[in-house]
C-alpha cells in the first residue's frame, strides 16, 4: 500500500513528535472530526512552504486511519484531552497522497499522473480484491463500487504547477482529475488538502468550486494551527535556552492570527534553536522565484512600496485575497497579494509591512537589482554615506542626501519624514553590512528614528534623528534629552547624528557629535 490506509502517516509523525523541537497541534483533529460526512467536508489550506501543512497533513493522516492504534502517538498530546478523543481515531479509509513527491522517471505530465493513478489502482485492488476482476478506466468508478467512504488526505496539491514542463493543457488536465475522482462523490466523507497558492489561482472556472479555502489572508479558523504561536515560542527558548526570545521575535515573528496572536515562521524557529543561532533560513525556492520575476516586470508599480517597506513604513493597501485566475501577476493589488499569500509580507487592518528581519534581509537584496533603476543606483553610493557619516564629514553627508533627493524619483520628493526616511534608508542601505539597524526602537522618554547597533568590532554606535522644517542642532538636542543612548550601552562609543530638511530653502543639513559610552548616566 502506498496512498490507500498506510501506516507512512503514523510513522512520520512519530518522528516529529519525539524530535527535538515539537509544538503539539493536535487540537486541529477536533476541528477537522466536526466537518467528516458533512456539506463543510472540503477543505483546502493554502500556507507558505515550512509553515507546518506537511506535518498535519501526517498527522491527520495518522489519526484517521484504520487498522493500526494511534493511541501511543496520541495519548500524551493536546487532542487525548478533549471530549470524544477516542470516537474517530482509525476508523476510516484514509487515501493519503503527497504530490510534492514525483517518480524516478518523470519525463513530463503524463509520466507523473499515470504513476498517481496505477498506484491508487494497484492500492485499491490490494485492499478490496473483488475489483480485479474488471478493467476499470475510472478511479472514481472503481472507489464508488468499493461500497465504502473515504477521507482524502491531498498533501501539496500544487506541486505541479512549479514545473517547466507543464503546459496549459497538463493544467487543465490534472484540475479535471481532481474533479473528476472528489467533486458530488458520495464515496468523499472528508478532501483536506493543502498547498502554497488558493485554487482560484489555476482554476477559472467550477472544477474544484466544492472546496472552502483557507490562507493567510481569510484564515480565521485553522491558523493557530499553522505557525508558532507566541507563547509557543516562549517555551521553547525556555526549554532549549540555545537562543533568546527577543532574538527570535525580531528575526521570525511578525505574522498574527485573525485575533491579532503573533505567529512566527516555524522552520527558521526551529532552525535557530537547533543550531542555537538566528540565522536567514527561509527557503528560496519555487514562489520567491515568481514574486523576485513580478518585482522584475512591474517595478513602476511597485518600487516605492518596496523602498517605503524596507524604511519599516507600513503600506496601505485594499487587499480582499490572491484570486486571480491568469497565471501572470500584473496589477499592483495582485502581487501584493500574492506577496502576503506566499509569507513575504503580513497584512493587518489594512496595512502591509515586512514581517521580520529574516525577510527584510532579503527585501533589501531586491533594491539592489538592476530593475530598479535609480533606486539602486541610489544603494550603490551608500557606502559613501557611512564612510562620511563615521569620518564626522557633516557637509558631505548633506550633499549626498542632496543628490539622492535631486534625482528623478518621483516619491522622493517629500515633506514629511515619512519621505525623508526612504532617502535615509536607501542612502545607509550598505550599513546593514556592519551594523543591525533598527527604526523607532522605544528608548528612554521617547523614539527616535534610527539605532546602529554594530555587529561586531569597534565601529561607534549610530544614533540618527530626522527632522522636516526644523534644524539638526535640535535634532542632536533631542536626542541628548530623551535620553535615547541608554540603548546603546553596550557599544564603547556613540555618534550622535541629526539630519534635517529646510522645506523654505530646500536643503539638507548634518550635524554629528561623537560620545564616549563610558562616563554617561543611565
Known amino acids: 500500500m502506498y496512498y490507500l490506509n498506510t501506516k507512512a502517516q503514523s510513522q512520520l509523525y512519530q518522528k516529529i513528535v519525539d524530535s ?103 492500492d485499491l485492488k490490494e485492499h478490496y480484491p473483488e475489483l480485479g476482476n474488471r478493467e476499470y478506466r475510472s478511479i472514481s468508478k472503481m472507489l464508488q463500487d468499493t461500497g465504502e467512504t473515504f477521507l482524502f488526505i491531498l498533501d501539496e496539491w500544487d506541486s505541479i504547477f512549479y514545473e517547466k514542463f507543464m503546459s496549459d493543457g497538463d493544467k ?126 512591474n517595478v513602476d508599480e511597485v518600487r516605492e512600496d518596496i523602498v517605503k517597506l524596507v524604511s519599516g513604513i507600513p503600506v496601505e493597501a485594499e487587499l480582499d485575497g490572491y484570486s486571480a485566475a491568469e497565471q501572470r501577476l500584473e496589477t499592483r493589488d495582485e502581487i501584493l497579494s500574492a506577496m502576503v499569500v506566499y509569507g513575504f509580507l503580513s497584512y493587518s487592518h489594512g496595512f502591509l509591512k515586512i514581517p521580520n528581519h529574516e525577510l527584510m534581509e532579503k527585501y533589501q537584496k531586491v533594491l539592489t537589482r ?8 541610489v544603494v550603490d553610493r551608500s557606502k559613501m554615506v557611512l564612510d562620511a557619516t563615521l569620518a564626522m564629514e557633516e557637509e558631505k553627508v548633506a550633499e549626498l542626501l542632496e543628490m539622492v533627493h535631486d534625482r528623478e524619483i518621483p516619491f522622493l520628493k517629500y515633506n514629511d519624514e515619512n519621505a525623508l526616511s526612504c532617502v535615509v534608508t536607501l542612502c545607509y542601505l550598505y550599513a546593514r553590512k556592519d551594523y543591525r539597524i533598527e527604526r523607532e526602537e522605544k528608548s528612554g522618554k521617547g523614539f527616535c528614528d534610527y539605532l546602529f547597533y554594530p555587529k561586531k568590532g569597534r565601529k561607534p554606535a549610530i544614533i540618527l534623528e530626522l527632522k522636516v522644517g526644523d534644524t539638526p542642532e535640535h535634532a542632536i538636542t533631542q536626542i541628548k534629552e530623551k535620553n535615547y543612548l541608554q540603548k546603546i550601552e553596550t557599544a564603547s562609543s556613540v555618534l550622535l547624528v541629526g539630519i534635517a530638511y529646510d522645506k523654505g530653502r530646500k536643503r539638507h543639513q548634518c550635524k554629528i557629535e561623537a560620545k564616549q559610552i563610558m562616563g554617561l548616566s543611565h
Open 20 to 122: 527535538q523541537i515539537f509544538v503539539d497541534k493536535s487540537l486541529m483533529i477536533e476541528k477537522i472530526s466536526k466537518v467528516i460526512g458533512t456539506d463543510s467536508s472540503y477543505l483546502c489550506i493554502t500556507r507558505p512552504r515550512r509553515f507546518g501543512k506537511t506535518i498535519n497533513a501526517n498527522m491527520l493522516g495518522a489519526y484517521f486511519t484504520k487498522g493500526y492504534d494511534s493511541h501511543p502517538v496520541f495519548d500524551k498530546l493536546a487532542i487525548a484531552g478533549t471530549e470524544g478523543y477516542g470516537e474517530h481515531m482509525n476508523r476510516y479509509n484514509v487515501i493519503h497522497i503527497d504530490f510534492s513527491v514525483f517518480p524516478d522517471y518523470c519525463g513530463g505530465y503524463q509520466d507523473y499522473i499515470r504513476n498517481i493513478v496505477e498506484t491508487l489502482k494497484e
Open 172 to 297: 487543465s488536465s490534472f484540475l479535471k482529475f481532481l474533479k473528476g475522482i472528489l467533486k458530488d462523490k458520495p464515496y468523499v466523507s472528508l478532501a483536506y488538502m493543502t498547498g502554497i497558492l488558493p485554487i482560484a489561482k489555476y482554476s477559472s472556472g467550477s472544477e474544484l468550486n466544492m472546496f472552502d479555502e483557507y490562507d493567510f489572508m481569510n484564515d480565521n479558523v485553522y491558523d493557530g494551527y499553522f505557525g508558532f504561536q507566541e507563547d509557543e515560542v516562549q517555551k521553547l527558548c525556555r526549554n532549549s535556552r540555545a537562543v533568546s526570545f527577543e532574538d527570535m521575535k525580531r528575526w521570525y515573528d511578525g505574522y498574527s492570527t485573525s485575533d491579532g496572536k503573533s505567529l512566527f515562521n516555524p522552520r527558521s524557529v526551529s532552525k535557530a534553536l537547533v543550531r542555537g543561532i538566528c540565522l536567514n533560513y527561509w527557503t528560496e525556492t519555487g514562489p520567491m522565484n515568481e514574486i523576485a520575476d513580478c518585482i522584475e516586470h
Open 370 to 377: 538592476d530593475s530598479m533603476g535609480e533606486v539602486k543606483a
